[in-house]
């Protein structure tokens, strides 16, 4: 089964995050989410508390298939947290699948992983894509690195995971089943 560690700090948009663990979950994928925070309560960009199911040292990441970040005022408290930073340029390092959505893809603009590739945004964050082409679609997949533009997309980016996780069988059996397409 494949393993997905979403990563939650102070300020996360709330359906990004959510949205995307729900779809995963529901096709079969282990999804973890992450308190990047000293604490497993962690605030949402709209106010809604959400108690991650582990803590960031509690984890081992190498077992990890995807690192997501969910977007929204959050990710500057992700960018800042040394520990994910590393596992991020380990996870990038070894080949492995990177998800982000909304502002959190330009995490991985100011880490290099863009260079050369296609990547999309939320309007306004398309500067902090270095290197990266900026395409404007809902979901821009480039093997290794798949990102998403923002709350409204974020069942697409779901699905998108699904489809490379699981299969895109699975993934078109969801979305029917969700009443999404």
């Known amino acids: 089964m494949a393993k997905v ?3 939650l700090t102070e300020g996360f948009e709330l359906v ?3 949205a995307v ?3 995963l979950r529901r096709a079969g994928v282990d999804v973890v989410t992450v308190s990047v925070m000293d ?3 962690v605030m949402s960009a709209q106010r809604v508390e959400v ?3 582990t803590m960031f040292a509690d984890n081992d990441y190498d077992k ?3 690192l997501f970040l969910p977007g929204g005022p959050g990710t500057k408290g992700l960018e800042a947290h040394a520990g994910l930073v590393e596992v991020l340029k380990k996870h990038y390092s070894a080949g492995k699948l990177l998800a982000a959505i909304c502002a959190a893809p330009s ?6 992983f863009l260079e050369g590739k296609r990547a999309t945004c939320f309007p306004g964050f398309e500067g ?6 900026f395409v404007p679609e809902r979901v821009v997949d480039e093997g290794n690195i798949v990102t998403s533009r923002g709350m409204g997309t974020a069942i697409d980016l779901g699905l998108c995971l699904a489809g490379k996780l699981v299969s895109g069988r699975v993934a078109d059996m969801l979305a029917h089943s969700i009443q999404y397409k």
């Open 5 to 7: 560690f979403t990563f």
């Open 16 to 18: 990004e995050a959510l």
């Open 21 to 23: 663990v729900d779809v």
């Open 39 to 41: 604490k497993k309560t």
């Open 51 to 53: 108690t991650a199911d």
């Open 64 to 66: 990890a298939d995807v």
């Open 107 to 112: 995490v991985f603009g100011h880490l290099g």
């Open 128 to 133: 902090e894509l270095k290197g990266a082409q």
